[in-house]
């Protein structure tokens, strides 16, 4: 029988993530596409909208911490920084760009029947199980590089108080929003139907973040759950193999729920646990979500007719962004949205390894991917 | 490419591409078309269903001197991307 406690986990990150899905699909609100245009078209409409999530979380997690209504800080599966989170983030950046999305984005765009969005999903799973096989050697190479060990967010390694260096960090960005209100800069034209403006879809999740944190127990997170499809996918041809490896051993999720007080673990490995009950229920929400939002305007539809090296670019992308994402360890989604509002310092510097990962993504994506005569 | 010459439109369904191409391939077909638009009243017809093309399109356009329309189809966009001033020659 299964606990009410963790009924209401999986209920709960379905709710959550139909929600975000649906918000995600009507304002686009592709993540990878905001660091690619701002290579590729020096475009940085969308990134503003990032800027404005990030701090809008900054706000409501501190203001839910200083209530007490967070009781972990900093929540579960941060750890202390290493080198290699710099690697891994321009992996990732890298990958994100060739799959034409980050590993939430892809989601969103395959509820709306993008095939090559399945493509890279299928890809995501693949580059997973290949990390399981690579974990051993990177996580030697993590250990070798880490600094500051037992500090995870910037105040524990300075000694302050967060409020102390996160209210004068959110005084420019809000000079600059309000810059950007006076400039009419917010609003982004676009003749689509059900359209969610960027900024608003921006606002919206934040609340969502911050009620994942505050009844989770932390922001949102889905990378795992692609080692564990992988883990549960290779089960049938090499059991003996997977029950021998380290990655799927480790138990990497150890925390109290909020609310429920149940105590729970979960790891990457083939178990129906913590990780399986918290992170299927939002993949499967976030696809179910943005299904829904298309299917409601009628814009469901397959077009599998697309050039060749389009569907090898979303699938090597979607390899390259899950090694990137269990090196670093964790997606942008998991580092923008949960680990940065808190400066923790495994997502500072996954922020600046996603920067140069992303502007070799976009070289390498106009030079093979682009632009070909492809029409078809 | 389908090329409709009694409308004079030069239609392109790139519909189910990764993203950004379709922005590119719009960029590209305006440049390469450039003369058409320009001098023989062309138009350039872009079918997507990227969300996010509808945007970016008409703003990037727009600044090299072209008016778009976009018209909803079923389940996917219709953009037209004309030269803004007309010529009557």
């Not at chain 1, 590729?40 to 839910?64: E, K, P």
């Not at chain 1, 006076?182 to 969610?196: D, F």
């Not at chain 1, 790891?267 to 299917?295: E, H, N, R, T």
Request: aromatic content about 10%; proline content about 6%.
């Amino acid at each position: 029988m299964i606990k009410p406690g963790i009924l209401f986990l999986i209920t709960l990150n379905l709710s959550l993530g139909i929600t975000a899905g649906f918000i995600m699909h009507r304002a686009d609100f592709c993540v990878a596409g905001m660091f690619r245009d701002l290579f590729l078209f020096r475009r940085t409409t969308m990134l503003r909208s990032l800027l404005l999530l990030v701090v809008c979380s900054i706000i409501l997690f501190d203001a839910a911490r200083q209530l007490g209504i967070i009781r972990l800080y900093p929540f579960p599966l941060l750890a202390s920084p290493a080198l290699t989170n710099i690697a891994g983030g321009m992996i990732f950046g890298i990958g994100m760009v060739l799959a034409g999305g980050c590993v939430v984005g892809v989601l969103y765009k395959m509820g709306s029947g993008n095939l090559l969005a399945a493509t890279a999903f299928a890809g995501l799973i693949i580059g997973s199980g290949i990390y399981a096989e690579l974990h051993p050697w990177w996580v030697a190479l993590a250990r070798k590089t880490a600094f500051l060990p037992g500090k995870i967010t910037l105040p524990q390694a300075l000694g302050i108080d967060p409020s102390t260096i996160l209210l004068p960090l959110i005084i420019i960005p809000c000079i600059l929003f309000f810059r950007w209100v006076l400039q009419g800069q917010w609003p982004a034209q676009a003749q689509v139907e059900g359209y969610v403006q960027p900024w608003r879809a921006a606002i919206y999740l934040s609340i969502l973040g911050a009620l994942s944190y505050i009844l989770v127990g932390m922001p949102f997170g889905v990378t795992t759950a692609y080692a564990k499809m992988a883990a549960y996918l290779a089960l049938p041809f090499a059991p003996e193999h997977v029950a021998g490896l380290a990655f799927f051993q480790a138990v990497s999720l150890k925390y109290t729920a909020p609310i429920s007080a149940l105590p729970l673990q979960g790891g990457a490995g083939p178990v129906m646990d913590a990780i399986a009950v918290i992170q299927f229920p939002l993949i499967a929400g976030i696809v179910l979500g943005a299904f829904f939002s298309a299917l409601l305007l009628r814009e469901f539809h397959l077009y599998h007719r697309v050039p060749g090296r389009q569907y090898a670019s979303a699938l090597l992308g979607g390899i390259v962004l899950a090694l990137g994402s269990r090196m670093t360890p964790g997606c942008n989604i998991w580092h923008l949205f949960g680990g940065l509002p808190i400066l923790a310092m495994q997502s500072l510097l996954f922020l600046a390894g996603i920067f140069p990962g992303a502007w070799i993504g976009s070289i390498l994506l106009s030079r093979f991917v682009l632009p070909s005569r492809q029409v078809i | 490419m389908d090329t409709t010459p009694e409308a004079n439109l030069i239609v392109h369904d790139i519909r189910g591409q990764i993203c950004p191409s379709t922005l590119l391939f719009a960029l590209r077909e305006v440049n390469r078309e450039q003369q058409a638009l320009k001098e023989k009243g062309a138009a350039i017809v872009i079918l997507t269903d990227n969300r996010n093309a509808i945007a970016t399109i008409p703003e990037a356009v727009s600044s090299m001197g072209y008016a778009t329309t976009v018209e909803k189809k079923d389940g996917y966009y219709q953009i037209e991307i004309r030269a803004r001033k007309k010529r009557t020659n």
